[in-house]
C-alpha cells in the first residue's frame, strides 16, 4: 500500500454533517448559569426538591429485594433488555397516551433515552439532507440543533398565544412547501409557553392528512398546566403522529427514560435506528419507571403536588417581575417552567441584559438562540421552576441591578 505523503489533519475528516447543528449557545449559557454563586433562571431544570426520592428509593429495594438469583427481578433489572423497551414499561406508555389521545396499544411504542433521543430518531429515519422541517419560530433549540444536523432545510412558522400559526403553515403548503415533518410543543411550549389551541390542532391535523407530512408533538409539559387542562394529542384526528412523551419533567431527567408513540409504519425503522445507537435504554431506569406508573396512586398524586408547587413558584415570580422589572412584559404562564419576556423599554437589548444579569449572578437566557428567523434581540426566557423564594426574590432584585446597570453603561 502506498503510504499518504501528507496526512490530512483531523479535523478534516468530520463528516459534513457536524457542521450543521453545532450551536455553542446553549452550552456557554449553561455553563454561565452553573457557575459558583449564580441563581439560575436559564436551564429548563425541574425543580429538585420535586423528585419522588423515597418513592424512588423504594421501588429500588424492591428490584433487589431477595432476587439475586437467575430470573429473580434485580438479575432482569441489571441484564440486557428488547430495543423497543421492557413489555411492562411499553404497555404503561401505552396506556398513559391512550388516556391523552387516541388509544393505542403498545406496539406502537418504544422507551428511549429521553424525547431527545426520540427527536434523534425521527430525524435520522425521516430526513435527508435537503428535506424541509417546519418548526415553530421560535422553538426548542434541542430540536433546532437535530433537525439541521440531520441537514433539514427549516421551514419556520410564526405563531402565538394560540401556539403555530397553522394558516400562515396552510399558505406556505399551498405555495409550493413540502415538509416531511412539522414539529410542535402541544403544551406550554419551550420557549413562548403557548398552547396549541384545540382548533389549531385539528387545522394541523388536517393539513398532515391533505399534504402528507408527519406531526411530531414532543410534549414534556402537557402534565404541568396549573391553569386549565391538557388538550387530546393531534393523533385523535390523524394518524401520522408521532408522540414524544418525557418524563424528565414529571418524573426526573437523570434516567433518561422517555416514550414515543409512532404510527405503525414508523416504529419498526425507529427502532432500528435506535439499535444503532444505542441498543435500548438503560434496563434498570426502565424497571424504576415501571413500578412508579404502574402503582395507580403514584402518578396522579405526585403530579398534582408538581402542579401546586410550580403554581405556586409563577405566581410567586409573577409578582416580584410586575413589582420590580416594568420594563418586562409577558402573559402569565398557565402551566410548564418558563416566562417568555418581552423587553419594552428600547434602550437595553436582551444580549446585553444578559451579559450584565450574569456579571450581578443570575442567569436568563436571551432570545437569539431560540429564534430562527424571528428576531430574538428583544425576548427572553426566564424559568420560575428551580429557585426557592428566597432565591427567587434574590435573583430578581440582581435582574433590576442589572438594567440599572445596563442603562448606566449606555449599552
Ligand atoms: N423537548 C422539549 C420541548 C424540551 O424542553 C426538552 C427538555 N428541556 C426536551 C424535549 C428533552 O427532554 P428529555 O429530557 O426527555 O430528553
Known amino acids: 500500500m502506498t503510504p499518504v505523503q501528507q496526512p490530512p ?3 478534516s475528516l468530520l463528516a459534513r ?3 450543521w447543528g453545532r450551536s455553542d449557545a446553549v452550552s456557554r449559557i449553561l455553563a454561565a448559569a452553573a457557575a459558583p454563586g449564580v441563581l439560575s433562571m436559564a ?15 423504594e421501588a429500588t429495594d424492591r428490584l433487589f429485594a431477595g432476587s439475586a438469583g437467575s430470573g429473580g427481578s434485580a438479575v432482569r433489572a441489571l441484564q440486557y433488555a428488547p430495543t423497543d423497551g421492557i413489555a411492562p414499561l411499553r404497555e404503561l406508555i401505552a396506556a398513559r397516551a391512550s388516556a391523552t389521545g387516541s388509544t393505542v396499544g403498545p406496539d406502537r411504542v418504544m422507551v428511549t433515552a429521553g424525547s431527545q433521543q426520540g427527536l434523534d430518531l425521527v430525524a435520522q429515519t425521516l ?3 435537503g428535506d424541509e422541517v417546519a418548526l415553530d419560530d421560535p422553538s426548542y433549540l434541542g430540536a433546532v440543533q437535530v433537525f439541521r444536523r440531520a441537514g433539514a432545510r427549516l421551514l419556520p412558522v410564526p405563531g402565538d398565544a ?3 400559526r397553522t394558516d400562515v403553515l396552510e399558505q406556505r403548503l399551498l405555495a409550493g412547501a413540502r415538509p416531511k415533518l412539522v ?3 402541544p403544551h406550554f411550549h ?17 393539513l398532515a392528512e391533505r399534504f402528507g407530512f408527519v406531526i411530531v408533538e414532543d410534549d414534556p409539559y402537557g402534565d404541568l398546566a396549573f391553569e386549565g387542562g391538557r388538550l387530546p394529542s393531534t393523533d385523535v384526528h390523524s394518524g401520522r403522529v408521532v408522540r414524544l412523551m418525557s418524563l424528565s419533567k414529571t418524573v426526573c431527567p437523570g434516567l433518561r427514560v422517555a416514550g414515543l408513540v409512532a404510527p405503525a409504519e414508523l416504529i419498526g425503522e425507529l427502532v432500528a435506528a435506535k439499535q444503532c445507537g444505542d441498543l435500548q435504554t438503560n434496563t434498570f431506569g426502565q424497571y424504576l419507571l415501571a413500578d412508579l406508573l404502574g402503582d395507580p396512586e403514584f402518578l396522579p398524586t405526585h403530579l398534582a403536588g408538581l402542579r401546586t408547587l410550580y403554581g405556586g413558584r409563577a405566581r410567586a415570580m409573577e409578582t416580584l417581575l410586575r413589582e420590580q422589572l416594568p420594563w418586562l412584559d409577558f402573559e402569565r404562564p398557565r402551566g410548564g417552567l418558563f416566562f417568555w419576556c418581552r423587553l419594552t423599554d428600547p434602550r437595553v437589548g436582551s444580549d446585553a441584559l444578559y451579559a450584565h444579569a450574569l456579571a450581578q449572578g443570575v442567569a436568563i437566557v436571551p432570545g437569539t438562540p431560540f429564534c430562527i428567523d424571528e428576531d430574538g434581540s428583544r425576548v427572553l426566557r426566564l424559568s420560575f421552576a428551580s429557585l426557592d423564594g428566597a432565591q427567587r426574590r434574590e435573583g430578581v432584585s440582581r435582574l433590576a441591578a442589572a438594567w440599572e446597570k445596563a442603562l448606566a453603561d449606555g449599552v
Do not use: K, W
Open 9 to 11: 489533519a483531523i479535523g
Open 17 to 19: 454533517r457536524t457542521g
Open 43 to 57: 436551564g429548563g431544570i425541574p425543580a429538585p426538591d420535586s423528585f419522588p426520592v423515597a418513592r424512588l428509593a
Open 127 to 129: 430526513i435527508d439532507e
Open 162 to 164: 394560540e401556539g403555530m
Open 183 to 185: 414539529y410542535v410543543v
Open 190 to 206: 419551550n420557549p413562548t409557553g403557548a398552547v396549541l389551541s384545540e382548533e389549531r390542532r385539528r387545522h394541523l391535523a388536517a
